[in-house]
């Protein structure tokens, strides 16, 4: 059964940093573009953060140059750095993989709360 688990998340002050992990089992991972979105209550899912399965990666202007995406194929798994942390990026932030033939998968979240 394919599925998506994430960890890392936790509460954290401004200014602090944490490691999301994305751990995929039952997908050929390899060939899979890997996405971070995220969702606060009340607002819409927004994606933060693309690794395709060639290793091209882009952010949201939003994290532009606090989070860096990068993928481990070995373990199969996608992290998401996130560094400089602000009250605005508190939020649930999920793991995606999609591939074109196959759809898309959604792990179910983890919480990120940075305090003010």
């Known amino acids: 059964q394919v599925q998506l688990v994430e960890s890392g998340g936790g509460l954290v002050q401004p200014g602090g940093s944490l490691r999301l992990s994305c751990k995929a089992s039952?997908?050929?991972?390899?060939?899979?573009?890997m996405h971070w979105y995220r969702q606060a209550p009340g607002k819409e899912r927004e994606l933060v953060a693309v690794?395709?399965?060639?290793?091209?990666?882009n952010v949201a202007d939003s994290v532009k140059g606090r989070f860096t995406i990068s993928r481990d194929n070995v373990k199969n798994t996608v992290y998401l750095q996130m560094n400089s942390l602000k009250p605005e990026d508190t939020a649930v932030y999920y793991c995606?993989?999609?591939?074109?033939?196959?759809?898309?998968?959604w792990g179910r979240g983890t919480q990120v709360t940075v305090s003010s």
């Open positions: 995606n993989a999609a591939q074109t033939y196959t759809g898309s998968h």
């Open positions: 039952g997908i050929i991972f390899t060939i899979y573009d």
């Open positions: 690794i395709t399965n060639t290793g091209s990666t």
